[in-house]
């Protein structure tokens, strides 16, 4: 008689289902393989596929591309033979996936390869796969609008991916040099930046500095056709710093508020996700104030041009010092287009415009409070129209929060008939784009002014808000901070597209900050929630001089502790802007 015993049960020590874990029976000798899924509808092509990209979506997280096909419609192109219900196509969890950073990887060879002659043409539909698409013979006029069409320029804008591997290499350098004595304390990438948030209140007005004239409303009237040449005013307006501002010395001795600063300081802050170049802003903690100050010299001496752009203006590349060849030549000579001569040239039509469309005659000027605190009586040149207005913003959380910022604001003309420009009513801004040469490089395919502003406005301003982003919102802001009611913006350009000593105004555009910011999408709340939070870090630090850098090319702000002495002779050395303007005249 057969006899019949039980298999060994292997209990679970652990009281739950199943087998296990830590007695696992060693028949169970396929326990650390992994398993593929498999379902019957797989299709069993080939036993090992080394040409097989898949999607899989540890692939995606080991950074390997995934390819994409306009046909169908999925990752890999083959339609919805991978999207099966067991995941077909997973045998690529046995694949090895190299991680290593490729970053650094530049091409060294960039010649031209010869042109293969009898390249694969193809009859009917497409192209095979793994050749270039070629137009026939007769299509070469093509459709309107069709890619190779006659005036589409190779779709807007130039071939698309050509020489991209050159532009990605291009590294700009850092607006300060990073000394090996600095030590970061923190570093904030952008899209933490943009998700912070703080409602302000309106704003206290401590006191008001300066004269202002009115503004000129004939060139509200200027169009292409009438156009105006753009002057050389010789004006004086003063562009100074936190710390040596006398009006925030006295506040500061009353302990009016905690930060101190500038509306232009203030608004690179507030639009600091937006921006591309570099900039830093030094920090200094005495006692419980902070002080934002800038470097004489630095970024905010300069307006920025298409900064935002896909592909903006480029300073000559400078020599390597590590090849003896490069240190030989001569220096290649900076074009009129370059972005360090196009800044120069913004700045200087922006200090241009403002003084030639304000009026000295009729209506009289406004004297505001309190003259202007930075002219002195040996001064000889006469003011620009300028008005300086300190105001108290309160950043606190709750009624507790003793955290206000006290904001030296700058309006440059006043509305006549809009109210009392010494009770604040009737203020403008002025400000102004440039317009250099439509086919440089770094145009970022705005229109030609000249036969679209009258006629095709809207398309003017969508380029340049594409193009200047980060400019129009920083312009906006600190219209919103002085409380302004009027942005009068200016579109200028060259007489001649390759002088760029000359310009006409073409037009002037005039709108209110308020409804200008919504239509960048300009959020104050994120800016006001930035600035908290920069303030929040610093007062945790103890009393000394910071650094605020904006990295040259990564959407990143490092906060850096420097010694005392740091910045202190950038005095003597640095030139001021008006001077260099002049010079270039």
């Known amino acids: 008689m057969v006899s019949f015993s039980l298999p060994p049960?292997?209990?679970?020590?652990?009281?739950?289902?199943?087998?296990?874990?830590?007695?696992?029976?060693?028949?169970?000798?396929?326990?650390?393989?992994?398993?593929?899924?498999?379902?019957?509808?797989?299709?069993?092509g080939r036993f090992a596929d080394w040409n097989d990209l898949s999607s899989d979506a540890r692939q995606n997280a080991a950074g390997a591309p995934v390819p994409t096909n306009t046909r169908g419609g999925g990752p890999g192109g083959r339609r919805g033979d991978r999207n099966q219900a067991f995941g077909s196509g997973t045998a690529s969890a046995f694949a090895y996936f190299h991680v290593e950073d490729e970053s650094s990887f530049s091409l060294v060879d960039n010649k031209a390869a010869a042109p293969r002659r009898g390249g694969a043409f193809t009859r009917g539909r497409g192209v095979a796969r793994g050749t270039t698409a070629y137009p026939a013979r007769g299509s070469a006029r093509g459709g309107r609008g069709g890619p190779m069409g006659r005036g589409a320029q190779a779709q807007r804008g130039g071939r698309r991916g050509w020489r991209d591997?050159?532009?990605?290499?291009?590294?700009?350098?850092s607006s300060v040099v990073i000394s090996p004595q600095w030590s970061m304390l923190e570093e904030i990438e952008f899209h933490r930046l943009a998700k912070l948030r703080l409602?302000?209140?309106?704003?206290?007005?401590?006191?008001?500095?300066?004269?202002?004239?009115?503004?000129?409303k004939s060139y509200d009237r200027v169009t292409t056709k009438t156009e105006r040449p753009l002057q050389l005013?010789?004006?004086?307006?003063?562009?100074?710093?936190?710390?040596?501002?006398?009006?925030?010395?006295?506040l500061a001795g009353k302990n009016v508020a905690k930060v101190y600063t500038t509306d232009v300081i203030l608004s690179v802050l507030m639009c600091a996700p937006r921006s591309v170049y570099p900039w830093d802003i030094v920090i200094l903690r005495e006692g419980s104030n902070l002080f934002f100050d800038k470097r004489d010299g630095g970024p905010f001496d300069t307006v920025t041009v298409n900064e935002n752009a896909a592909d903006p203006p480029q300073d000559p590349t400078p020599p390597n010092p590590n090849a003896p060849a490069d240190k030989s030549a001569a220096p290649e000579v900076p074009s009129i287009n370059s972005a360090t001569s196009l800044s120069l040239e913004a700045t200087y039509i922006n200090q241009n415009f403002g003084f030639q469309s304000v009026s000295e005659a009729a209506p009289p000027a406004v004297d505001l409070a309190h003259p202007n605190p930075f002219y002195g009586p040996e001064e000889t040149e006469p003011l620009a129209s300028c008005g300086?207005?300190?105001?108290?913003?309160?950043?606190?959380?709750?009624?507790?929060?003793?955290?206000?910022?006290?904001?030296?604001?700058?309006?440059?003309?006043?509305?006549?008939?809009?109210?009392?420009?010494?009770e604040g009513q009737g203020l403008v801004t002025i400000r102004a784009l440039n317009e250099f040469d439509p086919r440089a490089q770094g145009a970022g395919g705005a229109p030609d002014w000249r036969s679209k502003l009258d006629s095709q406005r809207g398309a003017v301003v969508a380029t340049e808000m594409k193009n200047n982003s980060c400019k129009l919102a920083k312009w906006t802001v600190q219209s919103v901070l002085a409380g302004a009611e009027l942005m009068k913006i200016g579109y200028i350009?060259?007489?001649?597209?390759?002088?760029?000593?000359?310009?006409?105004?073409?037009?002037?555009?005039?709108?209110?900050?308020?409804?200008?910011?919504?239509?960048?999408?300009?959020?104050?709340?994120?800016?006001?929630g930035i600035v908290r939070t920069v303030t929040d870090m610093c007062m945790k630090m103890p009393e000394g001089k910071y650094v605020l850098v904006k990295d040259p090319n990564k959407p990143v702000i490092r906060l850096y502790a420097v010694p005392l002495g740091t910045f202190a002779g950038d005095e003597e050395d640095g030139e001021a802007p008006e001077e260099a303007f002049e010079d270039d005249e």
């Open 233 to 250: 005013v010789d004006r004086i307006k003063y562009n100074t710093t936190t710390s040596d501002d006398p009006v925030i010395q006295e």
């Open 199 to 216: 409602e302000v209140d309106e704003p206290e007005d401590l006191d008001s500095y300066g004269k202002l004239f009115p503004y000129d």
């Open 493 to 528: 350009s060259r007489a001649n597209p390759r002088d760029n000593t000359r310009h006409v105004i073409l037009s002037t555009a005039s709108m209110r900050p308020t409804d200008f910011a919504a239509q960048l999408n300009v959020s104050l709340a994120n800016g006001w």
């Open 388 to 422: 300086y207005r300190y105001r108290l913003f309160d950043l606190g959380v709750t009624e507790d929060e003793d955290i206000k910022i006290c904001v030296r604001t700058e309006v440059d003309a006043y509305s006549p008939g809009q109210g009392s420009a010494r």
């Open 9 to 44: 049960i292997h209990d679970n020590p652990d009281g739950g289902w199943g087998p296990s874990s830590s007695n696992m029976p060693s028949q169970f000798k396929f326990k650390d393989i992994p398993y593929a899924p498999y379902s019957k509808s797989d299709k069993l």
């Open 165 to 173: 591997w050159e532009k990605n290499n291009r590294t700009r350098e």
